[in-house]
């Protein structure tokens, strides 16, 4: 079974940058496509960054210049870099990755979230 763990969120003020990191666990052979998603409340969740397998990158607008996504394949290992944090910021943010399991097949997976929020 695979697992995806973030973390990295917490408190900070606005200007500021947080570091998420998103670990896969378990029988992995291959992770494809990583996403980063966020829900602030009362809304959907809004996809922010995503980094593909050859490590070309795409980001919502909101986020472009501010955010980077990257990936170390060696060790399972994704991350958001975030600066110049706004309030409208705030969120739980999620890590979404296509991961080929011990199926031998593609399948999707969440983690359970990181908070993140931003004072201003």
């Known amino acids: 079974q695979v697992q995806l763990v973030e973390s990295g969120g917490g408190l900070v003020q606005a200007g500021g940058s947080l570091r998420l990191s998103c670990v896969a666990s378990g029988t992995i052979f291959g992770i494809n496509d990583v996403y980063w998603y966020r829900q602030a409340p009362g809304k959907q969740r809004d996809m922010v960054a995503v980094?593909?397998?050859?490590?070309?990158?795409d980001y919502v607008d909101s986020v472009k210049g501010r955010f980077t996504i990257s990936r170390d394949n060696a060790k399972n290992t994704m991350y958001l870099q975030m600066n110049s944090l706004k309030p409208e910021d705030t969120a739980v943010y999620y890590c979404y990755a296509e991961i080929i399991d011990h199926t031998r097949r593609a399948h999707y997976y969440w983690g359970q979230g990181t908070q993140v929020t931003v004072s201003s």
């Open positions: 980094v593909h397998s050859d490590s070309s990158t």
